[in-house]
């Protein structure tokens, strides 16, 4: 895998914000915490020997993917639009994008192109996008104040005005909490979230395979682009061939990419033999 293309870059950003999104340290209500994008580079560091990487680099890659989900998220709910989850990309009449993109440039360059991790960060950022949960949201932690009285103590969260009553037990040296309709409930975001953490390690191997296999696709693609450019050359060095025949053998050896590559692999003299009986037999 080419460590140094972009797409192994977002490959190896959305993985470590998969993780980040388990971890209790480093995600809770709001999204993601004070200080994450500095891990996120250490963790893409580590998944990518060799490159180092600028806290602004990260921030960019950060909100570049999280601007295109938004973007197919928005525009899948709207209506008239769908995604492909085989194809990777949006389903639509471009006449409708591109009234869509007049009023929502961000939405641009997603037409007939392939965005990878649309399910990966659909885990990562899906609620937070459903709730409007902003990136202030992400950067500030939950402010509460406490208030003794007596031997209660009562929790103010001074956003929601939440209270939750605990009475202290001196001899057990902690609080334990009390039956009172303040009490805080689990959510239904935290339910759903631990409900889909064990299958976060599934995304994880997923996006690691989906780069792989797409810089796999890309090397091959290279590799046959630059021996279809060198093959009307090694064609004419054979003798006997008319300009015809070189003609022919050409288009049958560009369009069959693994008849391309055992002909460079040949000698000399086999590879008139091999184009000959392709001339004559066809394949």
């Known amino acids: 895998m080419d460590l140094h293309s972009p797409l192994a870059v977002n490959g190896a950003v959305v993985e470590s914000l998969l993780e980040l999104r388990q971890n209790p340290a480093w995600h809770g209500y709001g999204g993601f915490k004070k200080g994450y994008l500095a891990q996120v580079r250490t963790m893409v560091e580590n998944k ?28 899948v709910s709207s209506g008239g639009f769908a995604w492909d989850e085989e194809k990777m990309m949006l389903i639509c009449d471009q006449s409708k994008y591109d009234e869509w993109v007049m009023a929502n440039p961000k939405a641009k360059g997603l037409y007939g192109t392939r965005f990878f991790f649309y399910d990966e960060l659909k885990i990562i950022y899906g609620e937070d996008h459903a709730t409007g949960a902003s990136d202030n949201a992400e950067r500030k932690n939950r402010r509460r104040k406490n208030v003794k009285l007596g031997d209660l103590r009562v929790v103010v969260d001074l956003r929601s005005k939440r209270r939750v009553v605990v009475r202290m037990e001196p001899q057990v040296g902690d609080f334990e909490e009390c039956e009172s309709p303040f009490t805080r409930q689990p959510s239904d975001r935290r339910r759903k979230f631990d409900e889909i953490s064990p299958s976060v390690p599934n995304f994880c191997r997923q996006v690691r395979n989906r780069v792989m296999e797409e810089n796999q696709r890309e090397e091959n693609e290279k590799e046959v682009a630059e021996l279809q450019v060198k093959l009307d050359n090694e064609l004419s060095k054979i003798e006997g061939l008319s300009a015809f025949e070189v003609f022919h053998a050409t288009n049958i050896l560009a369009s069959k990419h693994d008849l391309l590559r055992v002909f460079f692999g040949m000698s000399e003299e086999r590879k008139k033999l091999y184009v000959l009986n392709l001339l004559e037999h066809g394949l």
């Open 48 to 75: 990518l020997p060799g490159r180092r990487f600028k806290l602004s680099h990260i921030r960019c890659e950060v909100n570049f993917l999280k601007n295109k989900y938004f973007a197919i998220s928005d525009m």
